[in-house]
């Protein structure tokens, strides 16, 4: 147990080494934030790029706390909140960027804008998993795309963390699903509602062929970037194709794009949390994907295993070597971070 005004937390004083659980104050809760006891972490590939260092466009600065998404329960309101009450279970992509305390912590001060009640039907641990998993396919394929139903889709990455939620969205769409994977994600994909690709084995023309009929693809989901983006490029339907990039950070030729009338949009979900804009966009995402959610029509893949705060570079090494089986979770608050 924590003394009376602190907290236990992840800190990491230096980048490149390991973060130490300390006693740290409670948060202060500030106009428009809410105060939530944080009952998971979701752990994704950028948290690990930032305790190495290596994520200048995520702002930090030493020492902070790290977790971008949480999951938990609403212990205080600020007097000019109205939307969320004592009791409300949440959830949300919330900080660990910008200079803003993350989720691997026992309490977090949030922005009430970016948060929204977390769907009934999931544990704790499955919604801190998806709230940057979920903004992302929205803006992509909702936002910038305009998904609709009877839009032929394929996802690049289809078995990733975000790749598995924007199969879903774009399912829940209406629309006519592939995804890109190894062979080992087949059935995963699979049970996701698309059609299983398998990048390694498939050459691109001809799965454009084998499935698009030459045509192309209505619209183009990459979620790994460099040359799976170029190809995206040359795969997208004539005139009215769309590709959108999480990942579209490198250097690229856009001919193949520009020769085919297509066009292209990037998504740099961090942007709200980083300059304070549009925040309540985000909120308003998360509460329609927990309808979504509600309705049985998206669900995260949790990596089983138990971490904790005191196993937080256990879960991070995990996601850094591939070894998780679906999103790794940290679980906070004796041990009932997923109950």
């Known amino acids: 147990m924590s003394p009376r005004g602190t907290m236990r937390a992840s800190v990491l004083r230096e980048y490149g080494k390991a973060a130490l659980v300390e006693q740290v104050p409670l948060p202060a809760l500030r106009p428009g934030h809410v105060l939530v006891r944080v009952r998971a972490s979701g752990v994704n590939p950028l948290d690990t790029k930032i305790r190495t260092g290596a994520a200048g466009h995520a702002r930090t600065?030493?020492?902070?706390?790290?977790?971008?998404?949480?999951?938990?329960?609403?212990?205080?309101?600020?007097?000019?909140?109205?939307?969320?009450?004592?009791?409300?279970?949440?959830?949300?992509?919330?900080?660990?960027?910008?200079?803003?305390?993350?989720?691997?912590?026992?309490?977090?001060?949030?922005?009430a804008d970016l948060i929204a009640l977390k769907p009934t039907t999931w544990t704790f641990r499955e919604a801190a998993a998806a709230p940057l998993a979920v903004i992302s396919a929205w803006e992509g394929l909702v936002d910038r795309a305009h998904v609709a139903a009877g839009n032929t889709v394929l996802v690049q990455g289809g078995a990733g963390g975000v790749g598995h939620i924007a199969v879903q969205l774009a399912v829940a769409q209406g629309a006519l699903v592939y995804a890109t994977g190894r062979s080992k994600d087949a059935d995963l994909i699979r049970g996701l509602g698309a059609t299983p690709i398998d990048f390694a084995s498939t050459a691109v023309d001809d799965y454009v062929l084998e499935h698009t009929g030459g045509e192309g693809f209505d619209i183009i989901f990459d979620t790994v970037g460099g040359a799976t983006l170029d190809a995206s490029f040359g795969a997208v339907r004539r005139y009215t194709g769309h590709v959108v990039s999480i990942l579209g950070w490198g250097t690229h030729q856009l001919a193949p794009l520009s020769f085919r009338g297509a066009t292209y949009s990037g998504v740099f979900t961090l942007l709200p949390l980083l300059t304070g804009e549009h925040r309540h966009h985000h909120g308003s995402i998360l509460r329609r994907a927990a309808a979504l959610a509600d309705a049985s029509l998206l669900t995260p893949v949790v990596d089983p295993r138990t971490f904790t705060l005191d196993t937080v570079g256990e879960a991070h090494l995990a996601v850094e070597t591939g070894a998780n089986r679906g999103k790794a979770v940290v679980d906070i608050g004796n041990g009932t971070g997923g109950k």
């Open 61 to 111: 600065t030493l020492p902070t706390i790290l977790g971008i998404d949480l999951a938990g329960v609403v212990e205080a309101v600020a007097g000019d909140v109205t939307d969320f009450n004592p009791g409300d279970e949440v959830y949300g992509m919330t900080g660990g960027v910008g200079g803003v305390q993350g989720s691997l912590a026992e309490y977090a001060a949030v922005d």
